[in-house]
Each structure stands twice: as structure tokens, then as C-alpha cells.
């Protein structure tokens, strides 16, 4: 683990299984783990993959279909503040610790991502684990928010 890795951007990329807000689920039944996950198509989960990333993959359960790559994400205000930002027709609102949560609730339309590795070794095994560093996060917005958006909230 001596090379540096680079970070993984991507544009007009999509997010799937949010838990921004860190709320107890079955996979972490006790809460606090904010986590989404990227998904990658099947040449970058094996670039990545072969790197050390935790690339995972999802096969089809019917057996039709493609195999779905992803990199589960980690949100973490502990060291470095992630940069997140919520984009709508209208506002660009900067979310914090205690905003991010809103994006569980609302359908990202596509978003720009930037993770940042995190090497790390235990009792001989080693991996790559991925934190968020930057997301713009581009709401889709429904049939009446254009119609109403010149009215001011209060």
C-alpha cells in the first residue's frame, strides 16, 4: 500500500440505498452510519476492484438482467467535512452534519460525486474504503414546483 491512490469523481452519476441521515437499518441496526452507495459500471468496479476499492456486486435475482457494481460510501464528519450541496431549479443549499438527512427523503435526479480512499490494514488484510468528500446532489422536483416556486417559503 505505498502508492498513493487517487480519488474517484464522477458526474452525472447515480446513488443508491441512502442513509444520509444515519438511521438505524438492517445494516446497522444500532444507527449513526451514514452511508450511501455509487454505482459503477462493470469497467470501473473492476478497475477499481483491482486497485483494493470495496467494489461489491449484485447479480440479477431472476437471473435476467445485467449485474449491479457498487461502491458502498461512507459519510464522515469526524476529521474533514464533506462538501454537500442539494441543487434545485431554484436554490443551492449547502447541507451540513445536521441537513444531510434530507436527502434521504428526496429523489436525486443524478448527482456529482467525489470519494476519497481511506487504506487501511488489520490482522493482514488490507482494503480501500471509500468517504465522500464532495456531492452535488441535483433534486428532481415535481410538476408543481415550477408553478409555485416564486412564492416565498415561511
Request: hydrophobic residues 35%; contains cysteine.
Amino acid at each position: 500500500m505505498n502508492n498513493r491512490i487517487d480519488n474517484i469523481t464522477q458526474e452525472d452519476a447515480l446513488i443508491i440505498w441512502k442513509n444520509f441521515s444515519g438511521l438505524p437499518d438492517k445494516f446497522s441496526p444500532q444507527g449513526g452510519k451514514k452511508t450511501f452507495s455509487l454505482v459503477l459500471s462493470e469497467e470501473d468496479a473492476k478497475k477499481y476492484f483491482d486497485i483494493g476499492w470495496n467494489v461489491k456486486a449484485r447479480e440479477p435475482k431472476d437471473g435476467d438482467g445485467e449485474t449491479l457494481y457498487y461502491l458502498p460510501v461512507k459519510v464522515s464528519y469526524a476529521v474533514k467535512p464533506p462538501k454537500v450541496v442539494m441543487v434545485t431549479r431554484k436554490n443551492k443549499t449547502d447541507l451540513d452534519e445536521d441537513t444531510i438527512g434530507l436527502l434521504d427523503s428526496k429523489d436525486i435526479e443524478r448527482a456529482d460525486v467525489c470519494v476519497t480512499p481511506y487504506e487501511w490494514e488489520v490482522g493482514g488484510k488490507h482494503g480501500i474504503t471509500a468517504y465522500l468528500k464532495t456531492l452535488y446532489a441535483v433534486i428532481a422536483e415535481d410538476e408543481f414546483a415550477e408553478k409555485y416556486g416564486d412564492y416565498d417559503d415561511e
